[in-house]
């Protein structure tokens, strides 16, 4: 991504250009819909996706359980459903930290430069050196596998990319003539930083923010399908998949359903993450 | 190139030695000390006491982080917790697994990404195009531990074309020369022991390959785009050249230089995948073996191989760079 320095109302322009496009609004819709069904799961959801019904296990999707039922005869329909709110928390949790430690580092590097700018961007390069999915796996190894533990393995995984992104762009507002107004003038450092150079790097921190959501829901689900993240009987999409692959040649939709809807969400954010940053980075065009 | 060298060499071993703090430190966290591990709850405090002795716990963290860095230099990383045999010698015995699928999948991808791309880009804005650009916006989006599932499903489980998933048969003989399946079934000279290969490696290897098939085709189809609007092309389709080869000496030419990096920069990718992969179709490599260690508690083998990976991937990564730089005279006077 480019380090480009946007003024806000053309940026305002620009998002409606990009919300135009009809993927951004497939995506937006998407993302919406997950949202809509995180607030409202209890009342959209048929059955208490914990209660389970021996009775009726392993029924194949039928009027009375849409998507079918597991093992224990819980709903899958309802199981999917409340996973949305494990997926939402992992974006806010993850995808948060992420952006929050990585803003703050870029800011820092970039910013104060010198002897704070390399020690940061070392950190970084160490962080980058492992391939993500293992460094997860190291961080959810020393914190001890859990739900928390893997949301927060992720956002560090994550906070290299934010890092850079923001360093790069603080580096090129720093150049910009209302900086050196701002610096002639005698404004703090911290004014400076948190005035001039963090608002003007909002707009492709947005960008890769809802790139990485999706990226986030994946891998989060990743850790817990390998047993590593949300433990049973928690309705986690990636729990579900690692319950449903013991089923999956008698039982296809215990499996199939969490995995769409995985698919699904990771789509939406992804079709809105490349209309914006098409609109907002001239080389992605 | 000789300046560009030397520097990026400074910066490799200091990603090294953070890498080797990094793994150090994450093994130091880990819930429940190392003595408690082997011992069990119920081992008494002085025979824990001991045991830490002898492990050098007790040590203060520096000296043993020095231990550390002087045992993973000699390739001493201890024994495994679970079976007793050399920490690394586990991790040496996956690795052929997971390089073999890895490999795989990326010939997969770019085998068929490339050419993709250039056709999307030759054909901008019509429907071949967008029959090649729809399904990569899907490709990106894909979790593969879902998608392996499904392959399982359909291929191995309804249409019963391939196997449900392994290196091979339960029985089969194979020579272990390699480690690698296909390679040693050609070693072995049995031409139906590479086409069982071939057959368990397809699947895991075409699932794996999705993402960076879908990436290697979007990122050749920009590159592509972006070199047709150079002004040497223009100037070499106004000078009368054949347009077959302006595309191929000018404009793909152009275009392969970052098309070579992002191919190299899936490594990442394709290893974070690998763990997936070989959980889905039960392959013995080594993601599985990391994540099996991590729920085992098996700290030795886990800082095998965190700290193998690691270096693997930081020199394939330094190999890219440095041939970019090569390649690109811009790139070394960054």
Redesign the interface.
């Known amino acids: 991504m480019s380090a480009t320095v946007t003024p806000i109302a053309a940026g305002a322009e620009r998002l409606g250009r990009a919300l135009a496009q009809p993927a951004a609004r497939l995506g937006l819709a998407i993302v919406f819909l997950f949202l809509f069904l995180c607030a409202f799961a209890p009342l959209v959801a048929p059955h208490d996706p914990y209660a389970q019904d021996l009775m009726s296990a392993l029924s194949p999707p039928s009027l009375a359980h849409l998507l079918g039922t597991d093992q224990y005869g819980r709903d899958v329909a309802s199981r999917v459903l409340y996973g949305a709110r494990y997926a939402l928390l992992a974006i806010v949790i993850g995808d948060g930290l992420a952006l929050a430690v990585g803003t703050t580092m870029g800011l820092a590097a970039g910013y104060l430069g010198g002897a704070a700018d390399a020690v940061l961007m070392?950190?970084v390069?160490?962080?980058l050196?492992?391939?993500?999915?293992?460094l997860a796996?190291?961080?959810?190894?020393?914190?001890?596998?859990s739900l928390l533990h893997s949301m927060i393995a992720i956002g560090i995984v994550y906070t290299p990319q934010y890092a850079r992104l923001v360093r790069g762009q603080v580096l090129s507002v720093r150049q910009t003539d209302f900086v050196r107004a701002a610096r002639a003038l005698g404004a703090s450092r911290a004014r400076i930083v948190l005035r001039h150079v963090a608002p003007n790097s909002l707009s492709p921190v947005i960008i890769m923010a809802t790139l990485q959501a999706?990226a986030v829901v994946?891998e989060t689900?990743?850790l817990s399908?390998?047993?590593?993240g949300a433990q049973p009987p928690s309705p986690d999409w990636?729990a579900l998949?690692a319950d449903?692959?013991n089923f999956?040649?008698t039982a296809?939709w215990i499996?199939?359903f969490?995995?769409?809807a995985?698919?699904l969400v990771?789509?939406g954010f992804?079709?809105l993450g490349?209309a914006l940053r098409r609109e907002f980075d001239p080389r992605?065009r | 190139m000789g300046d560009y060298l030397a520097k990026r060499v400074g910066q490799l071993l200091i990603v090294l030695f953070g890498v080797s703090v990094v793994v150090f430190v994450a093994m130091h966290l880990l819930p429940g000390d190392v003595a408690t591990l082997l011992l069990g709850d119920r081992a008494t405090a002085s025979s824990l006491g001991r045991l830490r002795h002898q492990l050098g716990l007790d040590q203060p963290v520096i000296v043993q982080y020095w231990r550390f860095l002087k045992g993973a230099l000699a390739g001493d990383f201890g024994t495994s917790l679970r079976d007793n045999r050399p920490a690394l010698g586990e991790v040496l015995a996956a690795f052929p697994v997971t390089l073999e699928l890895t490999l795989a999948a990326l010939l997969i991808a770019v085998v068929i990404g490339v050419p993709a791309g250039v056709l999307a880009a030759l054909s901008e804005g019509t429907w071949v195009d967008t029959a090649i650009t729809t399904p990569t916006l899907f490709g990106v989006s894909m979790p593969v531990f879902w998608l392996g599932l499904m392959a399982l499903l359909l291929f191995s489980e309804k249409l019963g074309w391939l196997p449900v998933g392994g290196l091979m048969p339960i029985g089969a003989s194979m020579p272990r020369i390699t480690g690698l399946s296909v390679v040693d079934a050609v070693l072995s000279g049995r031409l139906a022991l590479v086409a069982t290969a071939l057959r368990h490696l397809v699947l895991p290897a075409a699932t794996l390959a999705t993402i960076p098939l879908a990436l290697i085709t979007r990122i050749t189809r920009g590159e592509m785009l972006s070199s047709l609007h150079l002004d040497h092309v223009r100037t070499a389709r106004a000078k009368g050249l054949p347009e077959g080869r302006v595309i191929r000496a000018h404009v793909l030419r152009n275009a392969l230089i970052p098309i070579v990096t992002v191919i190299g920069l899936q490594l990442g990718l394709l290893l974070s995948g690998a763990v997936l992969t070989e959980t889905i179709f039960s392959l013995p490599g080594l993601g599985r073996l990391m994540v099996d260690a991590i729920l085992a508690r098996d700290y030795p083998v886990v800082q095998a191989g965190a700290l193998f990976v690691a270096v693997v991937f930081v020199a394939v990564n330094f190999s890219v760079d440095i041939a970019y730089a090569a390649l690109d005279p811009r790139v070394r006077q960054r």
């Not at chain 1, 050196?129 to 293992?134: K, S, T």
């Not at chain 1, 796996?137 to 596998?145: N, R, S, T």
């Open positions: 070392r950190i390069d160490v962080l050196a492992f391939p993500y999915l293992l796996l190291i961080i959810v190894a020393a914190l001890g596998p999706g994946v689900a990743g399908f390998l047993g590593l990636g998949l449903g692959q999956f040649l296809w499996a199939t969490p995995g769409l995985i698919f990771v789509l992804n079709l490349d992605a």
